[in-house]
């Protein structure tokens, strides 16, 4: 699933095969997006990805030992000089960082003048489940989207939406912004639907959600699956653009 957004982005940056890039990735997890694109550049090329957690930093080198990773907990500046990147890249990142406009600053810094950047994230106040229980569905949209996980700094579930004012409003980039919708029928460990389902048990042990709503939300889903009517969605935006 993820995958299709790192394969947007990819697109977005139009890179070109015979071209040495400098890339940062802000958030970078695992590594995968910098993984994608640096099959798609020349071996040359210098990619970073910088992460807060020092677990998925050491997964990433191991998944890519021919890039870089390390481990930089984004506060109000970046420890990069002037101008060095061609492209700055984040996904699912910036909701957590309490300074955002400090980060939009620094990214700016960071960027060489006609570098790309490409920024994604989802909204999770876009997710939709099919379910007969209106009011209930709304109040776990609305729960997920409001929920500051332990390891977030900061949260805001209408992250995707902000994105094109964050960068736009901030009068130091000039781009475009489109979406991408994840679609799923399938309720099953692994799909997206299913797994974030899931991750609101967490809420019901915590006490913002009733056992019995969420077993019956639970139950709906699976009978629906049973019989061919689940469906879920979710949208992503993706902000991509250069210095003013
Ligand atoms: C939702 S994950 C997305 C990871 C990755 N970009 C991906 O698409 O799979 C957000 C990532 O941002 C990292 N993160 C959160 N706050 C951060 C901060 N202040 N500075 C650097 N990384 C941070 C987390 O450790 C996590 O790996």
Same mark, same amino acid.
């Given at each position: 699933m993820k995958n299709a957004i790192y394969e947007e982005i990819e697109s977005l940056l139009e890179?070109?095969?015979n071209r040495k890039y400098k890339v940062l990735d802000i958030g *970078?997890?695992?590594?995968e997006l910098l993984g994608l694109l640096s099959s798609s550049m020349k071996s040359e090329s210098f990619l970073v990805g910088i992460d807060a957690v020092e677990n998925s930093v050491e997964s990433a080198k191991d998944n890519y030992p021919h890039l870089e990773f390390h481990r930089e907990k984004f506060?109000? *500046?970046?420890s990069f000089e002037d101008d060095c990147f061609d492209i700055v890249v984040s996904i699912?990142?910036?909701?957590?960082? *309490?300074?955002k406009c400090a980060l939009i600053t620094e990214v700016h810094r960071v960027l060489k003048p006609g570098g790309k950047v490409v920024f994604s994230h989802w909204d999770w106040d876009t997710q939709v489940y099919n379910s007969a229980n209106k009011s209930i569905i709304r109040k776990f949209v609305a729960a997920f989207s409001d929920w500051k996980q332990d390891w977030m700094e900061a949260s805001d579930g209408q992250m995707g939406r902000r994105l094109w004012g964050m960068f736009e409003g901030s009068g130091k980039f000039k781009g475009k912004i489109t979406s991408f919708t994840l679609l799923e029928t399938e309720f099953r460990e692994g799909k997206y639907g299913f797994d974030r389902l899931r991750d609101l048990s967490n809420l019901v042990e915590g006490g913002s959600i009733e056992p019995t709503e969420y077993e019956m939300i639970c139950s709906e889903m699976q009978n629906l699956s049973d019989k061919n009517k689940y469906f879920y969605s979710v949208n992503s935006y993706i902000y991509a653009g250069e210095p003013a």
């Open positions: 890179l070109d095969l *970078s997890g695992q590594g506060i109000d *500046s970046l699912d990142t910036l909701e957590c960082i *309490s300074n």
